[in-house]
């Protein structure tokens, strides 16, 4: 399994532009969460799906924020219009609930610049 | 809200030696507690985990301890080496929460050779 893919690995656009990353959860699994690290807030949980349903986005932090979840196999993560604040990493991971040893696996993760 | 308060947020430790982080928690309804370990580019992933009815898990130079009165759980990496420099992450589960996962602030450990 190639692991959770996710793209771009880096973004940079200007302030105001939309911006859309995508994840790919390894098959299987059936739960998938999109989280934002900075180093002043560390690791905040934005939504997460089980069954491509959303359960919590009370992480999202504002109206600028979307996430969808049309299939089990795919899942993106929109920002419009995107702000210089939004610049972090955005991971994706997902899991399989009822998996003995349970864990997350998380993607390789999104670097976003908003110039 | 901080249910998970982990330290030291930085850790400094020469080749050979121990090095231990813990992670204090307020909520009983935790019933997962795994520590996961970050490389710079990289994702965190899952490193040891422990569950409740255990006070103690060993898998190679790393070892999870559990006082579950006391509401914390350590990790202890024994023989430390310049290759565990990464930061490490607590991140206790809710229990019948859709497995969310808690994860603690992080600490950044380096290993001098």
């Known amino acids: 399994d190639a692991g959770v893919i996710q793209s771009p690995r880096h973004e940079v656009t200007e302030m105001g532009q939309e911006v859309t990353l995508r994840c790919k959860p390894i098959?299987?699994?059936?739960?998938l969460f999109w989280y934002r690290q900075t180093m002043m807030r560390g690791l905040e949980l934005l939504i997460y799906?089980?069954?491509?349903?959303?359960?919590?986005d009370s992480g999202m932090p504002e109206d600028r924020f979307s996430a969808k979840m049309p299939n089990a196999s795919f899942s993106t993560l929109k920002i419009q219009p995107s702000e210089p604040r939004d610049s972090a990493v955005y991971f994706c991971?997902?899991?399989?609930?009822?998996?003995?040893?349970?864990?997350?696996?998380f993607g390789s993760g999104t670097r976003l610049t908003v110039v | 809200q901080q249910q998970v308060k982990q330290s030291p947020q930085s850790l400094i430790v020469q080749k050979g030696g121990i090095s231990i982080i813990n992670c204090a928690y307020e909520?009983?309804?935790?019933?997962?507690f795994p520590w996961y370990q970050q490389f710079p580019g990289k994702g965190p992933a899952l490193l040891i985990a422990?569950?409740?009815?255990?006070s103690e898990k060993k898998e190679g130079r790393f070892t999870i301890s559990f006082n579950k009165s006391a509401k914390q759980f350590s990790l202890h990496i024994m023989d430390s080496q310049p290759g565990d420099s990464a930061t490490y992450f607590c991140?206790?589960?809710?229990?019948?929460?859709?497995?969310?996962?808690?994860f603690g602030g992080g600490t950044r450990l380096m290993v001098k050779p």
């Open positions: 991140a206790p589960r809710f229990r019948n929460a859709g497995n969310m996962l808690t």
């Open positions: 422990i569950r409740p009815d255990v």
């Open positions: 799906f089980n069954n491509n349903v959303p359960i919590d």
């Open positions: 909520n009983t309804a935790f019933d997962y």
């Open positions: 098959s299987g699994h059936n739960s």
């Open positions: 991971a997902s899991s399989l609930g009822s998996a003995q040893e349970f864990g997350y696996t």
